[in-house]
């Protein structure tokens, strides 16, 4: 059997600064981005256990609700509003803006060191140490790799946190950004314990049925001008089947998933005024510099930013003008 291969797309000198921040830390809060998916949880909840396991304080800062499809998570509970007003050391992950971390900025400010563990490209944060890798496929992989070569306790439900973020943020394995040592992190955490069969399940074979019928509805609003496909979502139509607006990120992977279809995206109502956008692309484009031309940022085939203005139709045809130059550039 081929031997497993050292996994270092982190430095000796991020690992070493990264082990002096948290042994000298008696306090450590952790945030991911307001939103999260399973990545931000994953390594969040993932990244706090081992601490804990390894003696430290730790609190995973709650920031806005999780969507339902995650609430399977083992550790869960521990994604909850803060325990202490500041920290000794604040950890943010699966982000690299500031403003991504929403109300818990607050004590982030208030913290004595912040650093930053994240695989998205173009962020332009500064703290006391950057451990940012754009070519790994999720912030789990990292956490992962932090966790094993500082030999920091892992057990079985870790295990299964950085598992579901790599199954999530890779597609399933599918995505352009993996890499051999992918494979090799998951093998690696199947072998620790990592509960792969109740993540799918979870995942993949648990859609209720208002939520085939919401996807429904949005397919037959999709606005089809190849290679790009388009549809909005509102608050209203959510409400109306009893959804969440998370739920409506299904309906753009499988546009982009579809023949002639090389970018797809979601328009989706948020606040007044607010509307977020997710973009998705085959190999026709790199959407995260269209997300960083416009305040936004992500990978280059998963990547969204807001637009503000006062109706969806205005925020459908802002978003087509930004696709159509994108397109012909």
Same mark, same amino acid.
Do not use: W
């Given at each position: 059997?081929?031997?497993?291969?050292?996994?270092?797309?982190?430095?000796?000198?991020?690992?070493?600064?990264?082990?002096?921040?948290?042994?000298?830390?008696?306090?450590?809060?952790?945030?991911?981005?307001?939103?999260?998916?399973?990545?931000?949880?994953?390594? =969040?909840?993932? @990244?706090?256990?081992? #601490?804990?396991?390894?003696?430290?304080?730790?609190?995973?800062?709650? %920031? $806005? &609700?999780?969507?339902?499809?995650?609430?399977?998570?083992?550790?869960?509970?521990?994604?909850?509003?803060?325990?202490?007003?500041?920290?000794?050391?604040?950890?943010?992950?699966?982000?690299?803006?500031?403003?991504?971390?929403?109300?818990?900025?607050?004590?982030?400010?208030?913290?004595?060191?912040?650093?930053?563990?994240?695989?998205?490209?173009?962020?332009?944060?500064?703290?006391?140490?950057?451990?940012?890798?754009?070519?790994?496929?999720?912030?789990?992989?990292?956490?992962?790799?932090?966790?094993?070569?500082?030999?920091?306790?892992?057990?079985?439900?870790? =295990?299964?946190? @950085?598992?579901?973020? #790599?199954?999530?943020?890779?597609?399933?394995?599918?995505?352009?950004? %993996? $890499? &051999?040592?992918?494979?090799?992190?998951?093998?690696?955490?199947?072998?620790?314990?990592?509960?792969?069969?109740?993540?799918?399940?979870?995942?993949?074979?648990?859609?209720?049925?208002?939520?085939?019928?919401?996807?429904?509805?949005?397919?037959?609003?999709?606005?089809?001008?190849?290679?790009?496909?388009?549809?909005?979502?509102?608050?209203?139509?959510?409400?109306?089947?009893?959804?969440?607006?998370?739920?409506?990120?299904?309906?753009?992977?499988?546009?982009?998933?579809?023949?002639?279809?090389?970018?797809?995206?979601?328009?989706?109502?948020?606040?007044?005024?607010?509307?977020?956008?997710?973009?998705?692309?085959?190999?026709?484009?790199?959407?995260?510099?269209?997300?960083?031309?416009?305040?936004?940022?992500?990978?280059?085939?998963?990547?969204?930013?807001?637009?503000?203005?006062?109706?969806?139709?205005?925020?459908?045809?802002?978003?087509?003008?930004?696709?159509?130059?994108?397109?012909?550039?």
């Amino acid at each position: 059997m081929k031997k497993m291969p050292k996994i270092e797309k982190i430095s000796q000198k991020e690992l070493e600064n990264f082990k002096k921040f948290i042994d000298e830390a008696d306090t450590i809060a952790i945030s991911a981005h307001i939103n999260p998916d399973g990545d931000a949880l994953g390594s =969040a909840l993932g @990244l706090r256990k081992s #601490l804990e396991l390894y003696g430290k304080k730790s609190d995973v800062i709650k %920031i $806005s &609700e999780v969507d339902d499809y995650l609430n399977f998570l083992p550790q869960i509970d521990f994604y909850k509003n803060p325990s202490l007003e500041e920290y000794d050391l604040f950890i943010i992950v699966d982000c690299s803006e500031f403003d991504r971390i929403d109300k818990a900025i607050e004590i982030c400010k208030k913290s004595k060191k912040v650093l930053v563990i994240d695989h998205h490209e173009g962020g332009s944060i500064k703290t006391d140490l950057n451990i940012i890798h754009s070519d790994s496929p999720a912030s789990c992989e990292l956490v992962y790799e932090i966790i094993k070569r500082l030999k920091l306790p892992i057990d079985k439900e870790i =295990a299964t946190l @950085l598992y579901a973020g #790599l199954v999530t943020d890779t597609g399933r394995f599918l995505y352009s950004n %993996i $890499s &051999e040592l992918t494979f090799y992190t998951a093998a690696d955490l199947y072998k620790i314990g990592a509960d792969f069969e109740m993540i799918y399940k979870n995942l993949y074979q648990n859609k209720e049925i208002s939520k085939l019928q919401f996807e429904n509805h949005l397919l037959n609003k999709v606005e089809f001008k190849k290679p790009y496909a388009l549809v909005g979502v509102s608050k209203k139509t959510c409400k109306d089947f009893g959804v969440q607006m998370g739920d409506s990120e299904s309906v753009v992977n499988m546009l982009r998933d579809l023949k002639g279809i090389e970018v797809a995206c979601l328009v989706k109502e948020y606040g007044e005024n607010e509307f977020k956008i997710s973009l998705r692309s085959k190999d026709y484009l790199d959407v995260s510099k269209i997300a960083r031309d416009n305040g936004g940022g992500g990978h280059v085939r998963a990547s969204g930013f807001t637009i503000n203005t006062d109706s969806m139709d205005k925020a459908l045809n802002i978003m087509k003008k930004i696709l159509e130059e994108a397109i012909n550039d």
